[in-house]
């Protein structure tokens, strides 16, 4: 089926959490494995925004959804993602408010905003994810945007898979799921045998969808 027409014929409407989830199945994000999570822990399953963003018509659609939830939290005058897999989804939540999508880059190990961008002071700012584990990188994009003189109103992400609401920020999401995560030292992966995979690399199409 081509994707992209056949939504394409549809309007941009409502979309729900089950509605999200299964668009994420539907185009194999959900992979099931041995991974290596940006975080540095382990888990059996990891979701690959990505092949979801491929189609333009369905990032257009989860941006919408997400922006109606988001307008809760108020008026946004930017927003903001950490590269590479808040890029997509900043550009398309800044789309559905009428605002800029910023992202935000590792330059020596250390997040910066670069490439001419800029928040001015007293902004009110979105962070945006594509996915949060631990909420870390959201954490490193606020502190960027709060060194630059902005207000950052909340985080914004298509999957909550964090185990516990433990974000000093308003955190609103799509899809909240709750997968394992494992210290590399505790992990019964690793204690099985299983490959271990980064996400991302050559060796990541040993993993199964699900």
Same mark, same amino acid.
């Given at each position: 089926?081509?994707?992209?027409?056949?939504?394409?014929?549809?309007?941009?409407?409502?979309?729900?959490?089950? =509605?999200?989830?299964? *668009?994420?199945?539907?185009?194999?994000?959900?992979?099931?494995?041995?991974?290596? *999570?940006?975080?540095?822990?382990?888990?059996? %399953?990891? !979701? =690959?925004?990505?092949?979801?963003?491929?189609?333009?018509?369905?990032?257009?659609?989860?941006? =919408?959804?997400?922006?109606?939830?988001? %307008?809760? *939290?108020?008026?946004?005058?930017?927003?903001?993602?950490?590269? *590479?897999?808040?890029? !997509?989804?900043?550009?398309?939540?800044?789309?559905?408010?009428?605002? $800029?999508?910023?992202? /935000?880059?590792?330059? =020596? &190990?250390?997040?910066?905003?670069?490439?001419?961008?800029?928040?001015?002071? &007293?902004? $009110?700012?979105?962070?945006?994810?594509?996915?949060?584990?631990?909420?870390?990188?959201?954490?490193?994009?606020?502190?960027?945007?709060?060194?630059?003189?902005? $207000?950052?109103? &909340?985080?914004?992400?298509?999957?909550?898979?964090?185990?516990?609401?433990?974000?000093?920020?308003?955190?609103?999401?799509?899809?909240?799921? /709750?997968?394992?995560?494992?210290?590399?030292?505790?992990?019964?992966?690793?204690?099985?045998?299983?490959?271990?995979?980064?996400?991302?690399?050559?060796?990541? /199409?040993?993993?199964?969808?699900?």
């Amino acid at each position: 089926m081509n994707v992209e027409s056949e939504i394409g014929r549809k309007s941009v409407d409502a979309l729900t959490g089950d =509605q999200a989830l299964a *668009l994420l199945r539907e185009t194999e994000a959900l992979l099931e494995g041995h991974f290596l *999570l940006s975080s540095g822990l382990h888990s059996p %399953r990891y !979701i =690959q925004c990505a092949r979801l963003l491929q189609h333009p018509a369905h990032a257009a659609r989860v941006g =919408q959804a997400l922006a109606a939830k988001v %307008r809760a *939290l108020g008026a946004v005058d930017a927003v903001v993602g950490p590269a *590479l897999g808040g890029i !997509i989804v900043a550009y398309e939540l800044g789309r559905a408010l009428g605002v $800029r999508g910023l992202f /935000t880059e590792r330059d =020596q &190990g250390t997040m910066t905003l670069r490439r001419g961008f800029w928040i001015a002071p &007293g902004e $009110r700012v979105l962070v945006a994810e594509d996915v949060v584990t631990t909420g870390r990188s959201s954490l490193e994009v606020a502190s960027v945007v709060e060194a630059h003189g902005g $207000r950052v109103v &909340g985080v914004a992400c298509l999957v909550d898979r964090r185990p516990e609401d433990d974000l000093a920020l308003p955190l609103v999401a799509l899809v909240k799921m /709750t997968i394992a995560t494992h210290p590399p030292e505790a992990c019964p992966l690793c204690r099985g045998g299983v490959p271990l995979v980064k996400p991302g690399s050559r060796s990541g /199409t040993t993993a199964k969808t699900c």
